[in-house]
């Protein structure tokens, strides 16, 4: 399996704070992101995929730079309900999907 | 909305015992996943499926099998179990897309299954 390389964190934010999370991967031909969110004990959810351009949603930003291989993931105005476990995920053709390890954030009142 | 049903969200089991973890999804979807996922290990691959009747090993296989005789349903199968074996096991589906059907979509997952073995 390819890997896929994240900071673990945590990342302890205040509300309303800009955080951002990156994430490498190691094989060039991969085709396709996502970022996916997991909550504590919870299974985890498609959050958004990411484009070649680039694509947001809401306070969500994510970016994908191929030359230096890896993708981020943009939170603006952070909410106490960002606090989750944001997975990095790649895929290359018709493989299952690597996942990595995550990276935790907690939003703080 | 894609539906992964576990059949169960907690399950206590001793150890030796065979136990047998079924899900079932209601897309239709071609692939499906069986993952265990442990702190600081994160989600770890054992066995997929492109088919009925096919089976692909994933990265952790040892002391588990896999059936898929419908399209529908996926069973992850701990044929002895062990301590180790304790830990979260998720379920996926998803399907494949592209011209050439060669381009896997995103995974939707179960609500897992919390395993207990003492």
């Known amino acids: 399996r390819k890997e896929v390389e994240q900071d673990p964190g945590p990342f302890n934010v205040p509300e309303g704070a800009t955080v951002a999370f990156n994430c490498t991967y190691s094989?060039?031909?991969?085709?396709?992101f996502f970022w996916y969110r997991q909550d504590c004990r919870k299974e985890p959810k498609l959050l958004m995929s990411?484009?070649?351009s680039g694509n947001e949603d809401g306070r969500f930003t994510a970016q994908l730079n191929r030359a230096s291989q890896y993708i981020s993931l943009l939170i603006r105005d952070s909410k106490l309900s960002d606090s989750a476990t944001y997975l990095c995920?790649?895929?290359?053709?018709?493989?299952?999907?690597?996942f990595g390890k995550g990276t935790r954030l907690s939003v703080i009142a | 909305d894609v539906k992964v049903t576990q059949s169960s969200r907690y399950l206590v089991k001793r150890t030796g015992e065979k136990v047998f973890l079924e899900c079932v999804q209601d897309m239709d979807h071609e692939n499906m996943f069986w993952y265990r996922q442990d702190p600081g290990l994160g989600l770890r691959l054992i066995y997929f499926?492109?088919?009925?009747?096919?089976?692909e090993k994933g990265d952790i296989p040892e002391g588990y099998s896999v059936s898929r005789e419908k399209k529908e349903r996926f069973s992850l199968i701990l044929e002895s179990a062990s301590t180790n074996q304790t830990s979260m096991y998720l379920c996926?589906?998803?399907?494949?897309?592209?011209?050439?059907?060669?381009?896997?979509?995103?995974?939707?997952f179960g609500d897992g299954t919390r395993l207990s073995i003492l």
């Open positions: 990411v484009y070649s």
């Open positions: 996926a589906s998803n399907t494949v897309a592209g011209t050439l059907k060669n381009r896997n979509q995103p995974q939707h």
């Open positions: 499926s492109y088919d009925v009747k096919m089976k």
């Open positions: 094989n060039s031909a991969s085709q396709s």
């Open positions: 995920v790649v895929l290359l053709g018709n493989t299952p999907l690597v």
